[in-house]
Structures are given as structure tokens and as C-alpha cells.
């Protein structure tokens, strides 16, 4: 399954931007999605998911939304109040499964199916 994630750009602090990951089947809307990031230098860390729930990032609670369009195969990721630390290619990742466990959100290895990553620049 090929994750198509688009939306990034650059934006000011305090600004907006809304990601999308579409794929060509239901498989991100039945199973997990998630969204990741990574930074220059930095590893790669969870943003948030939704599968049995929603999932954030302490770091991006209250300022970011994930949500499905399931009769378009897509998942978003509504960033809002954007600071310069949110900087970073963001990653949308699903799996087939409906994680019950709820550390399995966090972990990249969990998640199958990755997409190409979209620049997200947020200048000060």
C-alpha cells in the first residue's frame, strides 16, 4: 500500500497548515495511522494516531488534530498555532491492525505501510 502524505509548506509562527495521507485502498481508515516527524539531526517521534482513539504528542496536544475522511481513503493532520520547533518532515505510517495496546501508537515499529514524508517550515 503507497501512503501519499502532501500539505507541508513554509508558515509563519502561529500559523496553520493541514496534512493529508491518502491511500489507494481503505487501509488507513479500517486499521492505525499515524503521523511522525523528523527533524534535522534529530530521530524520528511520534506526532499523533488514531485507530482506537486519538493519540497525541505532549508536545502538540491542543494545537493539533488527526482525523479520517473515510470515503476518501484519507487521514489529516490539522496543525494549528505552529511554532518553529514543530520544523521537521512529517511521515504519515499505518498499519492493518486496530492497536489495543495503547503504547503500540507511539512506536514507529509498529506501523507497516510509510509514506514519502512532506517538509513542514515553520520560520520565527
Known amino acids: 500500500v503507497q501512503l501519499q502524505a502532501s500539505g507541508g509548506g513554509l508558515v509563519q509562527t502561529g500559523g496553520s497548515l493541514r496534512l493529508s495521507c491518502t491511500a489507494p485502498?481503505?487501509?488507513?481508515?479500517?486499521?492505525?495511522t499515524g503521523w511522525f516527524r523528523q527533524a534535522p539531526g534529530k530521530e524520528r517521534e511520534f506526532v499523533a494516531a488514531t485507530g482506537r482513539g486519538s493519540y497525541y504528542a505532549e508536545s502538540v496536544k491542543d494545537r493539533f488534530t488527526i482525523s479520517t475522511d473515510s470515503a476518501k481513503n484519507t487521514v489529516y493532520l490539522q496543525m494549528n498555532s505552529l511554532k518553529p520547533e514543530d520544523t521537521a518532515v512529517y511521515y504519515c505510517?499505518?498499519?492493518?491492525?486496530?492497536?489495543?495496546?495503547?503504547?503500540?501508537?507511539?512506536?514507529?515499529?509498529?506501523?507497516?505501510?510509510w509514506g514519502q514524508g512532506t517538509q513542514v517550515t515553520v520560520s520565527s
Open positions: 485502498s481503505n487501509t488507513i481508515t479500517r486499521g492505525t
Open positions: 505510517a499505518a498499519d492493518d491492525r486496530t492497536f489495543s495496546t495503547r503504547s503500540f501508537y507511539f512506536q514507529a515499529k509498529q506501523y507497516f505501510y
